[in-house]
Every structure is written in structure tokens, then in C-alpha cells.
């Protein structure tokens, strides 16, 4: 660790009074020395050597200073003119580092004052580490590869202040492996990248990227996972967009498919190319969604150990006009290979493989295996008394906050809401955002469906007494939460070595019909719901077997289970088509009522056993495909003579070709597919 000088500050002003002021606010950094004149601070300068210098903006120009500061000194122009202190701001090359801060009249505005002064000292001291390791490195003579070395060795000694050891380590590499570059710029991404705290500092450095790398456009990938799709790339910013959650959705990309960027992230391999009609992994999404034409290509995988978990992507070179490479160059390549090894630190720092990138929440995938362990756990300790709720909370009324304020302020909402739930939950319990507007919970410890109903009903007063931006245009002039419960003890799960996400989720979905009445829904399970109920939300409701009073538990409203409705996870399209099924060695004839990629509604002329696997040939069109479903549930039904059942079937086996079958038949169809239920 090398050593310096003990850290002085010089205050020039023009009168006592102000400087009398100020220097109480320095003392606590450093040595503080006063000059009320420039000849004054000619000599200071002469015989001390400054890390941060505070100005009047009128001494403060650069044409006063020039010559007498030294390149690591930080200024801070201060003067009670606003206007004054921005033009002396311009009057200084980029190449020094100057802030300009009014003089600090107010608390407030001596908590910015301090700030700056911090900023300007670290700046400083960290100008100073580098120049004295580049002497070192100067006197040893040593090659690049020995300065990397000596470098990890300067790490090993830094036990403290983690942060500013990896700033300096960075500031060396690119002192050596970018030169040609915009050096500073480079250093300032990269300190963000490791002081990012959550992932709104993220996004927010992939503009800077961009500026570096000199592209039209940039976006950023996660990879994730699901049962149904298999990997997919989910982005984070699309063509430099932070994208909200309707948007990303409508932008995931099937790592099996033939794109640039599915490409990079199921191979690993950088792709640096000028755009081709030719090329195979030129994917419409580029032709159609850029908005522009999209001439040259980099990309980059971002990895977590040997773990692809994200890809880097830049669009369309920008050079000078006399350069004649209008592509990306290696060197853009090494730099964005550089980037993306940082930003997947910075990913893993922020765990955003199991936390939702907007709210910080879990995701839907790690918070099942959370909750399967902890049923475990608990069903260990307590033997059969064991008893849990998963409580499905929706935002009132999201849309018309969407529509009214803007994504952004949507999910500005998102997170401070999630902020708000969490500080409403126990340690022991579990939080994830499992859609949109959508949380769900996990509760244990809990005895009772009343004791469950408790702990919801303070959380949804929690918010409905919280204040959130923009709420008193709201509907009631508030923003509330309706919530499902579904209760359910350890007998729900008699072999525990078995229980499996998908056991979870269909206690989910029974959360999820119960919060459905108390938003008003009108669903098979209450068709017969008042317009009076269907304005007044915020309320919880209980899926229930049983015929619970809404006497006995204030608020909750019992549902009759004895008709189960299946919930799917995609768009329905309300589409006729012949369908084969199979049953016990017999073919039977059938229709779909609506289609769907988790499977579809049809009409029989005899019942169908529930949870019964069947095979499925599906005609539409001029195309069919075969695959496996089971009958979710099956009710009588009312529609036309011979078709007296309708079952719900869901799809089991669905290769990625009879998937775009589908894709593409929806297409067809030039029809809006319902709401996700």
C-alpha cells in the first residue's frame, strides 16, 4: 500500500466571511489552508501540494489556475451566482476533474456539498495510486503480463475497501489493454459496474457502453429457464430501452431458434459481423423491431464462472467520417468482452439469476425450490402439524396506472411496492414477483386459515395506508392489493420425496382463482358476482373445499372447489379445429373451443377422466402434429347436441416444431387472443 502526504485542501475566496463559513465543512477531510487572493494562492501552491482545491467561480477559471494546479488536484467551483458557477464549469478542458456545487446555504445543500467534496477526494487519491504505480512499473521495467501479476499481489496485501482496490486493479487494465481508448471513460463504467447496488444502476451503465463502443444501438440479455419453453433469452434493454414486463414478453428469444443472439448464448462464441441476407441467424426480429437497418453486429456471451448467463449486444458502428472501417473493430470486440466479464460480475453481485431485475424479489423459480425445502424442513420438525398458505396478490387497478402515468412510473411503483411487501413479510417467509403486477407468498408457521388470513389482511392494509405516486387518480383514489389464499397442511403432500414445483403451482393457481373473486372476476366458480363487487377490490379471498361462513372469518369468501378451472400461463385464441384424442386403444373425434400453447378447451360427446394422459392429433389448417395432454378437468356442458362435455386438456409434450406450428396458425388467425389466466 503506498503512502502519501496527509490529505490538504486549499479554500479560495474572495472575502473572510464565506471563507469562515466553509472551512468548518472541510476540516473533517483533511487539512484545510486558506488564500483570499490568487497571488495568495501562488504561494500555497508553491509550497504544498493539494488534492482538492474549493474556488470562488470568479478566481475559479481555468485561465487563473492554469499552471499552478496539478493534473490530480480535483476543483470544486463554489460562489452564491449559479449562472457564474456553470460558466467558470465550461471554461475547463474535459480532461480535469471539476464540479461545480452553489454555495451550501440550506442542510440539504451542505449533504451535496459533502458529497462532491468526497467525490473530488477520491478522485484525487485514486490519480495519485495510479501515478505512483506507473512509476513503479517505469522504474522496474517490467511487461504487461509482470504488471498484471504485481497488481493481484497489491490485492492479496488490501484487506478493506473492497470497492476502491477493484477500481485501482481495473484503472491498470485498461491503462494497458485499452490506450488507444477513451481511458477515463472506460475506468468510470467500470467503478459503476462494481458500486451498481441494484439493477436500475445496471441498466443505466449499458447507455455508457454504448457511447464507448460507438453504436446505434445496445441491448442486454439474461438467460432463464422454464418447463414449458426450455432456455430463452429474456431482455433486460432491447435496442436502448428498458424494457417494462409487458414489453419483455413480447421480446423473448428461444435459444433454439436461429439468431444472432441465441446463437452466442447456447455456443459461447463472439459473433462480429456485418449484417447478411445470407446469414441464417439474421432473424426478423432484427429486420423488423430495430426500427433501422441494421448494418454491422457485435456480440458478446456474459459469463458467471464457465456459465453462459447473458449475452452483450451492439448494433450499427458509428465512426468519424474520414475513417474507412465502418464495422466493429477487434479492439470493440476485446472491449466488449472486457465489459460484458464485469457486468457479469456485477449480475452475480446482484444475484439476478434468482431475483427479479425490476423489484429485487425472487424469482417464480428459485422461490418454489425455496418453498419445497422449507416444506421439508418444516414437516420434519413439526411431523403432521405442519400447515402453509401461498397468498396470490394482484395491483388494483395496474392498467389504469400504466395508462394514465406511463411504464416507467409503473415501475417505479413495482419497486417501491415490492419494498413495502417485503417489509411486510417475516424472515422465515418467501417473496417473489411471479407476473406483471402479480406477488406471491409463502407462508409458514401459520396454524389456521383465520391466522393466514391475518397475516394477508396486514400486509393488504399495509399498502392501501401507504402512499404511493400518482395513487389519488386511482379508482377510489387509492392504490390497493386484492389477495388469494390457499391454505393447505402437510397431508396435502403425502410422499415429500415426490413434491415438486409443479405440486406448488397448483396451489398457486388455486391462490390465483381465489384472488380472481376478490378482484370481482366473474369465473366458473362465481359467475353470478354484483357490479357493486366488482368496483370494490382490495379484499382477500379463500379458496376453500369446505362451506367456511363469511361470518366465521371477516373478508374471507369461501370458493366451491367442486369444479376445478384450469389456469394456463399463455394467450387464448378462440379457434375451432378438429382434434384426434386417444383414450383405452379408441380414437375419438373432437373440437377445440380455444387454443393455447399450454393446451386447449374442447367439447366430447363423453366425459373424460380427469388427470388421464391421452395422445392428441390436432389438425390446423393444412398442418397437424401429434402430441401428449392430460385432462385437466372435464364439466357438462351446454352446447350443441352430441357435445355434452367440455374438458380442459393440457398440452405435456411440445417439441420446439410443433410449437412454432402453433406460433404460426395464431398468426394466421389475425385475431387478439384473450387475457392470461
Known amino acids: 500500500m503506498n503512502s502519501f502526504a496527509p490529505l490538504k485542501i486549499l479554500l479560495l475566496l474572495r472575502n473572510q466571511e464565506d471563507t469562515s463559513q466553509l472551512q468548518p465543512l472541510l476540516t473533517p477531510f483533511g487539512e484545510v489552508l486558506v488564500a483570499l487572493s490568487q497571488q495568495e494562492a501562488i504561494q500555497q501552491f508553491?509550497?504544498?501540494?493539494?488534492?482538492?482545491?474549493?474556488?470562488?467561480?470568479?478566481?475559479?477559471?481555468?485561465?487563473?489556475?492554469?499552471?499552478?494546479?496539478?493534473?490530480?488536484?480535483?476543483?470544486?467551483?463554489?460562489?452564491?451566482?449559479?449562472?457564474?458557477?456553470?460558466?467558470?464549469?465550461?471554461?475547463?478542458?474535459?480532461?480535469?476533474?471539476?464540479?461545480?456545487?452553489?454555495?451550501?446555504?440550506?442542510?440539504?445543500?451542505?449533504?451535496?456539498?459533502?458529497?462532491?467534496?468526497?467525490?473530488?477526494?477520491?478522485?484525487?487519491?485514486?490519480?495519485?495510486?495510479?501515478?505512483?504505480?506507473?512509476?513503479?512499473?517505469?522504474?522496474?521495467?517490467?511487461?504487461?503480463?509482470?504488471?498484471?501479476?504485481?497488481?493481484?499481489?497489491?490485492?492479496?496485501?488490501?484487506?478493506?475497501?473492497?470497492?476502491?482496490?477493484?477500481?485501482?486493479?481495473?484503472?491498470?487494465?485498461?491503462?494497458?489493454?485499452?490506450?488507444?481508448?477513451?481511458?477515463?471513460?472506460?475506468?468510470?463504467?467500470?467503478?459503476?459496474?462494481?458500486?451498481?447496488?441494484?439493477?436500475?444502476?445496471?441498466?443505466?451503465?449499458?447507455?455508457?457502453?454504448?457511447?464507448?463502443?460507438?453504436?446505434?444501438?445496445?441491448?442486454?440479455y439474461l438467460v432463464e429457464e422454464n418447463e414449458i419453453s426450455g432456455k430463452f433469452l429474456k431482455p433486460l434493454v432491447w435496442n436502448n430501452k428498458i424494457l417494462s414486463y409487458p414489453d419483455i414478453s413480447s421480446h423473448l428469444v428461444l435459444l433454439e431458434k436461429m439468431d444472432y443472439a441465441a446463437f452466442t448464448a447456447k455456443t459461447g462464441t463472439p459473433i462480429n459481423s456485418p449484417s447478411s441476407e445470407f446469414d441464417q441467424r439474421l432473424s426478423p426480429r432484427y429486420l423488423k423491431q430495430l426500427g433501422y437497418e441494421l448494418k454491422n453486429l457485435l456480440c458478446v456471451p456474459i459469463r458467471q464462472d464457465e456459465e453462459i448467463i447473458g449475452v452483450l449486444e451492439v448494433y450499427n458502428k458509428i465512426t468519424p467520417p474520414r475513417e474507412k472501417d465502418k464495422n466493429f473493430t477487434p479492439e470493440d470486440e476485446k472491449i466488449l468482452t472486457r465489459l460484458s466479464e464485469h457486468i457479469g460480475i456485477a449480475i452475480t453481485k446482484l444475484n439476478l439469476i434468482q431475483y427479479d431485475a425490476l423489484t429485487g424479489l425472487l424469482r417464480a423459480e428459485p422461490f418454489f425450490e425455496k418453498a419445497i425445502i422449507k416444506i421439508k424442513s418444516e414437516s420434519k420438525r413439526r411431523l403432521e402439524n405442519s400447515a402453509f398458505a401461498l397468498v396470490m396478490g394482484d395491483v388494483d387497478w395496474f392498467k389504469n396506472y400504466n395508462d394514465r402515468n406511463g411504464h416507467e412510473a409503473g415501475n417505479r411503483l413495482l419497486r417501491e411496492l415490492a419494498r413495502v411487501l417485503k417489509s411486510s413479510t417475516r424472515d422465515e417467509d418467501l417473496l417473489c414477483r411471479y407476473g406483471g403486477e402479480e406477488f406471491l407468498f409463502f407462508l409458514t408457521g401459520i396454524k389456521t386459515p383465520e391466522e393466514a388470513w391475518t397475516f394477508t389482511e396486514r400486509i393488504r392494509k399495509n399498502v392501501e395506508e401507504y402512499y404511493f405516486e400518482s395513487q389519488e387518480f386511482q379508482p377510489n383514489h387509492n392504490l390497493t392489493m386484492s389477495f388469494g389464499i390457499s391454505f393447505f397442511t402437510r397431508d396435502k403432500f403425502p410422499d415429500l420425496k415426490q413434491l415438486s414445483k409443479k405440486d406448488l403451482i397448483k396451489l398457486a393457481n388455486e391462490a390465483d382463482i381465489a384472488l380472481s373473486q376478490a378482484k370481482g372476476k366473474k369465473t366458473a366458480l362465481s359467475p353470478g358476482l354484483p357490479e357493486k363487487a366488482k368496483l370494490t377490490k382490495n379484499k382477500i379471498c379463500l379458496f376453500s373445499n369446505s362451506n367456511l361462513s363469511a361470518k366465521e372469518i371477516p373478508l374471507i369468501q369461501p370458493i366451491d372447489s367442486s369444479v376445478k378451472k384450469e389456469r394456463r400461463r399463455f394467450p387464448r385464441y378462440y379457434s375451432t379445429s378438429l382434434l384426434i384424442l386417444s383414450l383405452d386403444g379408441f380414437q375419438k373425434i373432437s373440437k377445440t373451443v380455444n387454443l393455447s400453447l399450454g393446451g386447449a378447451k374442447i367439447i366430447t360427446n363423453i366425459p373424460l377422466p380427469e388427470n388421464k394422459e391421452i395422445k392428441i392429433i390436432l389438425v390446423l389448417g393444412n398442418k397437424v402434429f401429434q402430441t401428449r395432454g392430460k385432462v385437466v378437468y372435464c364439466v357438462p356442458s351446454n352446447h350443441a347436441l352430441n357435445y355434452n362435455y367440455h374438458s380442459g386438456i393440457e398440452f405435456l409434450e411440445l417439441t420446439f416444431k410443433n410449437r412454432h406450428v402453433l406460433e404460426d396458425y395464431f398468426k394466421s388467425l389475425n385475431i387478439s387472443p384473450s387475457r392470461f389466466s
Open 46 to 220: 508553491q509550497r504544498h501540494q493539494f488534492q482538492v482545491i474549493v474556488v470562488d467561480y470568479i478566481l475559479g477559471k481555468y485561465a487563473n489556475l492554469k499552471g499552478l494546479i496539478r493534473p490530480e488536484t480535483s476543483v470544486i467551483v463554489t460562489g452564491s451566482s449559479d449562472q457564474g458557477v456553470k460558466l467558470a464549469l465550461q471554461d475547463w478542458p474535459t480532461r480535469w476533474y471539476v464540479d461545480a456545487q452553489p454555495f451550501p446555504y440550506s442542510e440539504r445543500s451542505i449533504l451535496t456539498f459533502r458529497k462532491s467534496l468526497q467525490r473530488a477526494i477520491d478522485h484525487s487519491l485514486l490519480l495519485q495510486e495510479i501515478n505512483h504505480l506507473r512509476h513503479l512499473l517505469a522504474q522496474q521495467e517490467i511487461e504487461i503480463k509482470e504488471s498484471f501479476h504485481q497488481i493481484r499481489e497489491i490485492k492479496k496485501a488490501i484487506n478493506e475497501h473492497i470497492v476502491k482496490e477493484i477500481e485501482k486493479r481495473v484503472a491498470l487494465e485498461s491503462q494497458f489493454i485499452w490506450f488507444k481508448k477513451e481511458k477515463q471513460k472506460i475506468e468510470e463504467i467500470l467503478k459503476k459496474l462494481h458500486k451498481a447496488h441494484d439493477v436500475t444502476d445496471l441498466l443505466d451503465i449499458v447507455y455508457d457502453i454504448k457511447q464507448i463502443i460507438g453504436s446505434q444501438g445496445i441491448s442486454l
